[in-house]
C-alpha cells in the first residue's frame, strides 16, 4: 500500500563519499555478517530466500557509477546469485569501472554469509538485511513444519525510507564547530602477511557472564570491552612507545539519537582513550575514564557536533566543485592523515534479534571487516557473544591478551576454529602479469641502453627505445586498470593513442602526421567501435551515453581548434572527422534526449 519505487540514481551519503574514494585491495571496505545455522544450507533454498529478501530491500540493488564531481549510486537490473564460498574473507566487491552488485551471499556448511561493500550500507541496514534473509530461507525450510513467515519490520517503511540520507536531513549548519586539535595515536608496528591477506580470530563468550561482569563493576558492555581493549593493546606496547595515547574508533549508530528507517549509513564515532605510562594504568582507572568519555561525549549535542564536523567537509564550496579525479587523492590523503589519530577499531553491532520460534534452528551470529588495522567487531545472539578480530599482521598477541583479560576478569571465553574452504585464496595473477609485463619493458628499456653504449655510443638510438617501451607500457597499463569497462578502455586508448603520437611527432621533428591523419582516424574508429561494443553487450542508452557524448565532443573540439589554428595541413580528414563526431552527438540529441539529459545531470551534480 505504503511502496514507492525506486529512484533510478542517487547520491552518495556522507560515509559513503568516503568508502568510494578510500577503497582498495588492502582496504576494500568491505564486512561480513554471518549467521550459523544448526543445519546445512540448501543451496536452491537460499537462492529463493534471497531473490524475496532483495524484494524487500531492493535499495541494495545498485551500481557504482562516476560522475565528473562525485560517484553516485544507479538502479540495476542486475540480480545476485548465491555460490558456495569461493575467495578470502571481505574480499574487494567494488572494482571500479565494472558494474557489478555491491554485496554478495555465499554459503559453507552451515553458515550464511553476507558481505557487501560499506558504500551500500552500515552494520544496522546489514543486520536487516541478513535477518530478513534468515528467517526467509529458515520458512522455506521448516513451513511444512508449521514454522510461520513473521514480519519482521515495519511494513508502513517505504522505499523512499530506506533511501533517505539521513546524514543530510539532520544536518545543521549553525551549529559551531569544534577546534580541539586531536593527538596523534599510537601506531601498532608488526610485520605484515604476505600479500596483506587477512587474518581472521574469532571468539565467543557468555553474555550473562558478560553482563555480570559490567554490572558489578557499573559500566557498559561497551565501556567494559573498550577499557579491556585497551589494556590488551598495551601489553605490547614498549616504554618509549607509551608517549602517544592508544586511541580506539568505536562507531556510533546515529538512529538512536536521530529517528530514521534509513537502510544506508547513519552512523558517527567517538575515540575513547588513555595515555599509558603517567601513573594510572591500572584496569579499574581505566574503566573509569573511558566510562567518563562514554558518558560524555554519547550525549545528543556532542554526537550532532560530531556528525556536523563530518559533514561540513563534504559542503564545502571548494571540495564539492572539485573534479573527482582531483577530489579523490585528497580525500585519500586525508583519510591517511585521519588514519594516525587511531589505534585500532572497535565495533559493537548490539545484539541481532530473531522471532522466538525461529531461534532453535539458530547457533549464532558473527561479524567482522576488512582493516588495514587491528579491528574487534562484536555482536550478540541469545546468549552468545561473538568476538570478530581482523588484521593484517602475523602477530596476534593483541588478540591473546584480550582474551586473556576476560578470563581475568572472570569471563570464560572460546577460540572458534577458522572454517574456511581451504582452496579459499586471494587472487594476484592479474597483478603478477602486470609486474610481469612492467619488469620486462624496464629489461628492454637497460638491454637497449647497455647495447647503445658498448656498440654505437655516439648514436642515442636508446632513448627511442625507451620511449616506445614507455609507450607500450602506459597503453597496455590503461587497458589494464580499465579493462572492466570497453566502452570507457575505448575513451582511455583514444587520449592515450592520439597524444601519444603527437608527443612522438614533436620529438622526432613535427611533420604533422600525428595530426592529419592519426587523430582523425583514430577519432572515428573509436566511434565506430564504441557503437559496436554497445551492440554486442546489449548497452543501454544509460550506460554507453557519457562515453558516447565524450568522444564525439573530443572528435569536434580537438581537430577544430587545430583546423583554425592552421596545425592541420591536410585538412580533409579533420573536417570528415569534425563533421561525423557532429553528427553523431547531434544523433544522440535528437533520439535519446531524454537520456542525454538524465545522464548530464546525474555526471554533473554537486
Known sequence: MFQQKRAYWRNLDNAAKLFSATSSLKDTRVFRFYCILKEEIDPELLQEALNRTVKRYPVFLSVMRKGLFWHYLEKSELRPVIREEYKEPCSCLYVRDKKALLFEVTYYHNRINFEVFHALTDGTGATQFLRELVKNYLHLAHQEDGLADVILTD?????????????????????KRSK????????????????????????TASVKDVLAVSREKGVSMTVLLTAVYLCAIHEEMSRLQEKRPVI????????????????????????????FGEGRDEFSEILEEVKEYFDENLKKEQIARGMNELIAFEKNRILRWAPLELKNPCIKVGAKMAEKEVTAILSNMSTVRMPEEYTPYIERFGVFTSTPKVELCVCSFQDVLSFGFTSRYDSSNIQRNFYRILEELGIPSKIEKPDFPEEVRPNYEGMKFFKVFSFCCIAAVVIGIMGNVIFTPERYWAAFVAAGALSMWFALAVGYLKRHNLLKNAMWQLLVVTIGCILWDLCTGWHGWSVNYVLPGVCMIIQISMMIISKIQSHSPR??????????????????ILLLTRVITFTAPAVVCVGFSFLFLLALILFKGREFKEEMHKKLHV
Not at 511494513?155 to 551549529?175: A, G
Not at 586531536?182 to 591477506?197: N, T, V, W
Not at 550506460?543 to 577544430?560: D, K, Q, R, T
Open 248 to 275: 580506539l574508533m568505536v562507531p556510533v549508530n546515529l538512529r538512536k539519537v536521530f529517528p530514521s528507517d534509513s537502510m544506508l549509513n547513519f552512523f558517527g564515532y567517538i575515540e575513547p582513550l588513555h595515555k
Open 180 to 203: 580541539k586539535k586531536k593527538p596523534h595515536a599510537y601506531q601498532i608496528k608488526k610485520m605484515r602477511k604476505e600479500y596483506d591477506e587477512l587474518r581472521v580470530i574469532e571468539g
Open 543 to 560: 550506460e554507453y551515453m557519457i562515453y558516447y557524448v565524450m568522444a564525439a565532443g573530443y572528435g569536434i573540439l580537438l581537430p577544430f
Open 155 to 175: 511494513e508502513k517503511v517505504t522505499i523512499r525510507d530506506q533511501e533517505d540520507d539521513s546524514f543530510s536531513k539532520y544536518y545543521n549548519p549553525d551549529m
